[in-house]
T-cell receptor, first 115, second 115 residues
């Protein structure tokens, strides 16, 4: 079956520090990969995505590269801000054709950024 | 443009009771998925509705059932509630296309507490 493993938190960083959150996956077929962010009291928001090997997803200074050889999709940001404090989820979708296939999520990594 | 809306925001029930949660998809979307997010965990896929039929189902018992209406809104019903059903229930909507992946937009969730 499909599964996602991401580094456990919580992660606490000072403002302007470099962020890496590791994510690896197991999937049948050729998955699309995602990072979602959940701010306190809010629903999930798509942060970035990649649909094929070597694709780099990017948004709001965050980046992640789809590495098929290592089955990884690590999230990085060069300089975090206090406003980046949230829970980050790595996820995959692995349908066998077109359509809105179910998402499989990791357990989430809570990030706290201190001034 | 209204996003995905869910009601109620919070709900408290006792064991053995039944509950109905509601979701209105983002304008223009025709597919609704439901996820259960236990405290400190990633969301888990319950099922997906398209054209008023359950199209995919995750590993949840038959106590979990749903419905999609002609206006694409959806309900999630849970019978014979257990303490372990306490969670945040997330609804996500998307537009069915021929693309490899159709982005799912999440609502803020309904927090269900079972006492």
């Amino acid at each position: 079956g499909n599964s996602v493993t991401q580094m456990e938190g919580p992660v606490t960083l000072s403002e302007e520090a470099f962020l890496t959150i590791n994510c690896t996956y197991t999937a049948t077929g050729y998955p699309s990969l995602f990072w979602y962010v959940q701010y306190p009291g809010e629903g999930l928001q798509l942060l970035l995505k990649a649909t094929k090997a070597d694709d780099k997803g990017s948004n709001k200074g965050f980046e992640a590269t789809y590495r098929k050889e290592t089955t990884s999709f690590h999230l990085e940001k060069g300089s975090v801000q206090v406003s980046d404090s949230a829970v980050y989820f790595c996820a995959l979708s692995a349908g066998s054709g077109a359509g809105s296939y179910q998402l499989t999520f990791g357990k989430g990594t809570k990030l706290s950024v201190i001034p | 443009d209204a996003g995905v809306t869910q009601s109620p925001t919070h709900l408290i029930k006792t064991r053995g009771q039944q509950v109905t949660l509601r979701c209105s998809p983002k304008s223009g979307h025709d597919t609704v998925s439901w996820y259960q997010q236990a405290l400190g965990q990633g969301p888990q896929f319950i099922f997906q509705y398209y054209e008023e039929e359950e199209r995919q189902r995750g590993n949840f018992p038959d106590r979990f059932s749903g419905h999609q209406f002609p206006n694409y809104s959806s309900e999630l019903n849970v019978n014979a509630l257990l303490l372990g059903d306490s969670a945040l229930y997330l609804c996500a909507s998307s537009l069915e296309t021929l693309a490899l992946y159709n982005e799912q937009f999440f609502g803020p969730g309904t927090r269900l507490t079972v006492l």
